[in-house]
């Protein structure tokens, strides 16, 4: 159930993003065009976290994996030829699906500390194992050959179409997740997470419905991999960096956890920030930290939690 | 005749050397309001645990409706028609009271990969949750909190939910603890309305409801059933008294 003013905001902040792309051409700065794509698209990962961590209670961290599975598998395929993107995003989907799959099913079995852990462990052994890949650049990453190609349909070099195409996948995305985190689904998922003993006393056994919940946030943050091979046009292993992980993490917290649309302001705020004090400052994370910092010590529930609405607390 | 719903045979468990449960042995037919009393940390909770199967018995077997559950857990057991409710208050503290006896219902209601349809506009949920919170007396508290819920509320709700599951056998560990006069009273009453339809396992320290509530004790002593009889065979019992002697409880 939402409450009005997060509708209104929420209304509010999708239809100014659909502004930013003519508002970049009316004051000639196409740059903007790129930071807003940029921002959706960790938007995208931050929102797939934010149904693992803020409505299932798992604190995955090494959510950057799937992310860098999603670009490998775009630049992969590309690397060999294959520039089809319904091929190219399938792949990622898929296959950041099953590393979910394989992740989740040893790490959901355990909590707290141990589940942090085994996430981050697995999110780093990727990211030495796209060290390792000489064929694909090995810790230089590679070009992407050419963005995705879908058949004439839609020209993702096109800045504005491409752009268009991420905000739509954003919004599609939030009413999936909106229509998820309340059906009966996403309650078995919540009520474990507010009590896990109590779910199965009840008659729940939270253990499937959790990994499928892992499975599907890992596919959806491939998907936003795909799009960020597309948007850099080039891929590292930089991307399932732990920092990376954390950066996404924070994207959720410092939106509001449990909210889905907060993870979408965190991705902006944070993304923003960064652009904004970076060309104030080389130092401009002695400027973001403290501004972090603040964000969480006074506003537990993050900037978009700050809103009225339902309350999604732990235990 | 039938064999009793529950019947429980060596059921050992033990934490480092302690023997908290030592070859129990029970037997509850259905429709009876069975009490377990006894001092503190003589291994009630932990044969509560064991029978809603969240504690695995080191030794000996459960039966439960003709079935061997002793294998099973704790969210089988509630599907086969177990309840339960926790010894510490254990509620969704962040869902309203609706809620919690609406989850209650849905994990009965087949599989939850259900993905689109919103669970609290489906009346097959609601409806039977609305009832149950009436017939607790929380029909007028359905969209509070559950953490905004006063404490003997907070234990109905836990009842509701127990009952919104259709059990067969309700365990409740100490149902009143920490209720004033007028609250456990009110629980008492609505366990003794309960009575007879719904089979029960009852561990509680307030003697006024054991013996309203019971037909049958059991007094169990470090983590053994010393004697199992009637409220008057139990009460006349030497060995039951000697094992109360300097115990907060009288009998």
Redesign the interface.
Known sequence: MLHRSRTIVMAVGVLALALVPPAAAALNQPFYVDLFRRMMIFALAALSLDLVLGYGGMVSFGHAAYLGIGAYAVGILAFYGVDNGFLQWSAAIAASAVAALVIGAISIRTSGVSFIMITLAFAQMLYYLGISLETYGGDNGMPLRTRSQFAGLIDLRNPYAFYYLVLALLVLFLVLGHRLVNARFGMVIRAAKSNEPRARAIGFSPFRYKLVAFVLAGGACGLAGALLANQTEYLTPEFMHWTRSGEIMFMVILGGMGTLFGPVVGAIVLLGLEDVLSALTEHWQIILGPFLVLVVLFAKRGLFGLLPGEVLRDG | MAEPLIVIRGLSKSFGGLRATDRVDLDVPEGETHAVIGPNGAGKTTLIGQL?G?LRPDAGMTRFAGQDVTAL????R??LGL??S?QIT??????TAV?NVA??V???SGH?????????A?RALRDPALAVLDSVGLGDRADV?A?NLAHGEQRQLEIA??L??RPRLLLLDEPVAGMGLEESQRMVRLLGGLKGRVTIVLVEHDMDAVFTLADRISVMVYGRIIATGTPEEVRGNAEVRRAYLGEEATL
């Open positions: 809603a969240d857990d704790a969210p089988t509630s599907r309840a339960r926790f254990s509620i969704f503290r962040d869902f809620d989850l209650a849905q994990a009965h939850s990969f259900r993905f689109w349809r919103p669970a609290r489906e909190l953490a939910m127990a919104a599951t």
